[in-house]
């Protein structure tokens, strides 16, 4: 049985989803791969069926924080000790995955590849890194943590990690609400860097006055996440 799972939310990413298995099953050692469909519209389960992938369907479109959980839940329940995450639009190199995966055996939790810690590959522009900007100057100022790519897709967690990811996962935002929660759980979060590759088929779902409203929405989330309550057997570091 592979020693790593990994979890590929998708959304319509029928023309895709092949190439990132694929990627992904070349590996050493190789992951066992759970594509999560998110109420697809096209072929994105088939293709990811044939590519060699388990597939986990979800009845309808839940958002992204709902798909990564039932991803984390499946590795979860099969007693996988680490769980990598990547996008399934292939914008993520899967060999990219050895330096997260070197991160958590050097006693990291979690770790995030980051498109800006060297800037190689593809670098977002305009609205979006206005608020890759702005989140991690929130999360310095919520959390002390410097993240420079805090709205990655991109990374390696351990079981300890997983499990507080899949008790509690924002639905639409879950990069940066995952964050909070694993400093609130007093886990150890490291960044290392990655190539971003430029996306050829399909688009963001957050572009115009759609990326104002969200850096609205999630601010607002992250602040009442930081100072509300703790959970039950979470203790601040």
Same mark, same amino acid.
């Given at each position: 049985?592979?020693?790593?799972?990994?979890?590929?939310?998708?959304? /319509?990413?029928?023309?895709?989803?092949?190439? &990132? &298995?694929?990627?992904?099953? @070349?590996? /050493?050692?190789?992951? $066992?791969?759970?594509?999560?469909? +998110?109420?697809?519209?096209?072929?994105?389960? @088939? $293709? =990811?069926?044939?590519?060699? =992938?388990?597939?986990?369907?979800?009845?309808?479109?839940?958002?992204?924080?709902? =798909?990564?959980?039932?991803?984390?839940?499946?590795?979860?329940?099969? /007693?996988?000790?680490?769980?990598?995450?990547?996008?399934?639009?292939?914008?993520? +190199?899967? !060999?990219?995955?050895?330096?997260?995966?070197?991160?958590? +055996?050097?006693?990291? +939790?979690?770790?995030?590849? %980051?498109?800006?810690?060297?800037?190689?590959?593809?670098?977002?522009?305009?609205?979006?890194?206005?608020?890759?900007?702005?989140?991690?100057?929130?999360?310095? =100022?919520?959390?002390?943590?410097?993240?420079?790519?805090?709205?990655?897709?991109?990374?390696? *967690?351990?079981?300890? *990690?997983?499990?507080?990811?899949? *008790?509690?996962?924002? %639905?639409?935002?879950? @990069? &940066?609400?995952?964050?909070?929660?694993?400093?609130?759980?007093?886990?150890?979060?490291?960044?290392?860097?990655?190539?971003?590759?430029?996306?050829?088929? !399909? *688009?963001?779902?957050?572009? !115009?006055?759609?990326?104002?409203?969200?850096?609205?929405?999630?601010? &607002?989330?992250?602040?009442?996440?930081?100072?509300?309550?703790?959970?039950?057997?979470?203790? $601040?570091?």
């Amino acid at each position: 049985m592979p020693e790593i799972a990994a979890i590929v939310p998708a959304f /319509d990413e029928a023309p895709d989803i092949a190439r &990132v &298995v694929r990627g992904l099953r @070349e590996l /050493d050692p190789r992951p $066992e791969v759970f594509v999560v469909d +998110d109420g697809s519209r096209d072929a994105t389960a @088939e $293709e =990811a069926t044939r590519a060699g =992938a388990t597939v986990l369907r979800l009845p309808f479109n839940c958002g992204i924080g709902a =798909a990564v959980q039932t991803g984390l839940l499946a590795a979860l329940a099969r /007693d996988f000790e680490r769980v990598v995450r990547l996008d399934g639009d292939a914008q993520h +190199d899967p !060999g990219d995955l050895v330096r997260l995966l070197s991160a958590l +055996d050097a006693g990291a +939790d979690f770790v995030i590849g %980051s498109r800006h810690l060297e800037h190689e590959g593809f670098q977002t522009t305009g609205p979006r890194r206005l608020g890759i900007r702005w989140f991690s100057g929130l999360i310095q =100022a919520l959390c002390g943590l410097r993240i420079t790519d805090p709205t990655s897709g991109f990374w390696a *967690a351990n079981r300890r *990690a997983a499990e507080v990811l899949a *008790a509690q996962t924002a %639905s639409d935002y879950p @990069e &940066v609400d995952s964050l909070i929660q694993l400093w609130r759980a007093g886990l150890e979060i490291r960044e290392v860097p990655v190539r971003m590759l430029p996306r050829a088929t !399909g *688009a963001s779902s957050i572009v !115009g006055l759609g990326s104002l409203y969200y850096m609205i929405k999630v601010t &607002v989330a992250l602040l009442a996440v930081r100072l509300g309550p703790r959970r039950e057997g979470v203790s $601040e570091p």
